[in-house]
């Protein structure tokens, strides 16, 4: 018995459908940068988890500054 009603043969006959269309150089490439990709994802989620304590607020500062105006320049017509 198979998956979901596919037996192992009818698998089997796809397999090799499937490798005789692309070939076996570029099923392994694809895996391969399928694998780094997955790699990649897994890594920057533990990366995400394991930040450093998050950023504290500052209550209270303001920061003092002030505005100019910036004349544009003349249109030329």
Known sequence: MGFGG????QLLIILLIVVMLFGTKRLKSLGSDLGD???GFRKSM???E?????VEEQKGQTIEAQA????EPARKD
């Open 6 to 9: 596919i037996s192992i043969w």
């Open 37 to 39: 990709a997955i790699k």
């Open 46 to 48: 533990d990366n995400e």
């Open 50 to 54: 394991n930040k450093a304590s998050p």
């Open 68 to 71: 100019r105006k910036v004349e």
